[in-house]
């Protein structure tokens, strides 16, 4: 009902679905009351379904289940997820005129292989769909936001209609600190002259600016029709964006009320 609800918003303009990427842990009970709850509805005991919690624990969640690795190791939450926007697309095209333009993220890539194994599922799964067929249209794109998925840019860019770069997580990882954390040092950093801006503000143009350069110059040179975005935090910044508009990208994704900023930069 709520992707039927946004489809129908946008009228016909593409929308970006990102795949399921929270942490792991973040899907699963906490308290007593929903692991009691759970463990009915699953018929499991409440000791054996507390015994699999304890297994999912991760000690860095953000670095561990989450993103792509999430639907490899669980297919079926893909499944569920692709029902879902295939049934919101069939809802929303039969009470408008306009037909559906779906893009398909998959999040946290580090290689093009992870993508076309996720690619292939979601192909099987909407590759059945009849409203497809009806002039509702979707696309496959990947979520960059590590090095490595930057380095290997080209093999990714053969896979998929479109990447957007995520520049919060890719900040996190270029510089091998947590963005949480930062603030506990940043400032002495910055009265040491050390960093001149806090990179998760500004855009570091020397060592992050430079990942996405060279990922959009070697994903362009195998696809030249490959659709590139900027998303976080730094899309909507000013001297962020001063930087993006040198790249040749095609559009930013940024919170709502930073929209203004990123059109008057633009």
Known sequence: ???????????????????????????????????????ASLGLSVK????????????????????????ITYPEILAMQIRALVAGVETAMDNQDMPVALEIMVPFVTSAREVAWVKSRILDHIGQAEIFQRGASFSVGAMVELPRACLRAGDIAKEVDFISFGTNDLTQTTYGISRDDAPAFLA???????????????????????????AIE?????????????????????????????LNIDYVSCSPYRVPVARMVL
Do not use: W
């Not at 040491?192 to 801006?197: A, C, E, I, P, R």
């Open 1 to 39: 009902a709520d992707y039927a609800a946004l489809f129908a918003t946008m009228q016909g303009k593409p929308v970006t679905v990102r795949l399921f990427d929270p942490p792991l842990h973040e899907f699963l009970p906490r308290t007593d009351d929903d692991v009691e709850d759970t463990s």
């Open 48 to 71: 054996a379904l507390r015994a699999r919690l304890q297994r999912l624990v991760e000690v860095n969640p953000m670095l561990g289940h989450r993103g792509c690795r999430l639907v």
């Open 188 to 214: 002495s950093y910055h009265r040491k002259n050390l960093y001149d801006v806090d990179p998760f503000v500004t855009i570091d143009r020397r060592g992050v600016g430079e990942l996405i350069q060279m």
């Open 218 to 246: 070697r994903g362009r040179a195998v696809n030249p029709h490959l659709k590139v975005g900027i998303c976080g935090e730094h899309a909507g910044e000013p001297n962020s964006l001063r930087f993006f508009s040198t």
